[in-house]
Structure formats: structure tokens, C-alpha cells
């Protein structure tokens, strides 16, 4: 989940929203994006070295990605068709982590240059990082987590038949596209 500005949106809406009648909802987004949500791309800029940024696997791992508004969307829907149940809300189409990141760095107008690090050599690193954080007690994560390679290294697409079915909620924020998409 995100940390900092964005934070809140995604705890929110992964702890779900309960109604007066009882009726409980919960919102299932990944790598949300948008304004206020900014911790994903803070972290990518902080972590460039020499120009390049590292990056757990190889880069053609499809993700789903969730820009703020498309969850507004899907809580407006809930709402006005009073259904209930875990929805995951992602935006239309997911993409490579590759065309993520080089999106991502370019409109910061940095280098999008990648170095990645295969997966089997990015978790054992990112165990003995997380334990030398640990043993000198610095307050910050590590720049490489097993979080992060999990997160960013696999596979992670939504389902989100439910979500289009039962609220009728279509994305219409891609961020790749930067803007709304015609429905």
C-alpha cells in the first residue's frame, strides 16, 4: 500500500466503507495514482543511481494500476446502486512495469533508464538490506524491500468483472493515457 500523501485514500479503501444500514463495502486498489497520491513515484526518484533506476525482475510483469479518480468512480457507483461486497478498482487496462516506470520517469523529466535485477539475486539482497536496516536501527526502510520485489516483480492483475458488473463503474482515468479515456 502507499505511505504518505496518498496514504489515506488506500487505507481507506481497504478497510472498506460501512454504511447507516450496516451494508459494508470494500475497495480493493493496487499502485493507486493521482493527485495526492504521490509515494510510489517519490521513492522511484529517490532510489536513481548514476543516472539509472534499479529495479527488481525484468520489467514485463503486467500490473493493474488505480488512479484516484477511478476509485471514486467505483464509490460513487456503490452508492448510487447500494451494492455491497470487496471490489477491486484498477484502471482499464494493465501494463508492463517496464512502460510504468519509463512513463513515469519521463514525465519528471528525468533519464528513463532501468537497470534491472533478476528476481532471485533482488530478494536475497533485499532480506540482507531489511536486516542491516534493522541491526543499525535506521528509522527508514531500505532502498530494496521484499515488499517492493514482491510488489513490483510479479504479476498483479485484477479481476475486476465484479466491480464493471454489479456498479456498472467503467475507469476513465488511465495513466499511462495521463487523462480520461472514452468510456
Known amino acids: 500500500g502507499a505511505e504518505g500523501g496518498g496514504a489515506w485514500r488506500q487505507r481507506g479503501a481497504g478497510q472498506g466503507v460501512v454504511t447507516e444500514s450496516g451494508r459494508r463495502t470494500v475497495w480493493r486498489p493496487h499502485l493507486g495514482k493521482g ?26 510483469n503486467r500490473l493493474s494500476i488505480t488512479h484516484v479518480d477511478n476509485l471514486v468512480i467505483a464509490v ?22 517496464d512502460v510504468l516506470l519509463r512513463t513515469m520517469l519521463r514525465r519528471h523529466g528525468v533519464s528513463d533508464s532501468l537497470s534491472y535485477i533478476p528476481r532471485s539475486l533482488a530478494w536475497p539482497l533485499a532480506a540482507a538490506l531489511e ?10 526502510a531500505p532502498p530494496l524491500t521484499r515488499f517492493m520485489v514482491l510488489n513490483l516483480a510479479t504479476e498483479f492483475t485484477l479481476h475486476r468483472a465484479p466491480t464493471r458488473e454489479c456498479l456498472r463503474a467503467v475507469p476513465r482515468w488511465s495513466m499511462i493515457a495521463q487523462g480520461p479515456t472514452v468510456p
Open 35 to 60: 493527485p495526492g497520491a504521490s509515494t510510489f513515484m517519490r521513492r522511484a526518484l529517490a532510489a536513481r543511481r548514476l543516472g539509472s533506476l534499479p529495479v527488481a525482475g525484468d520489467g514485463h
Open 131 to 140: 536486516h542491516v536496516w534493522r541491526a543499525a536501527r535506521i528509522v527508514h
Open 76 to 97: 460513487e457507483r456503490a452508492l448510487v446502486t447500494r451494492e455491497e461486497g470487496a471490489f477491486n478498482v484498477a484502471d482499464a487496462d494493465a501494463v508492463t512495469l
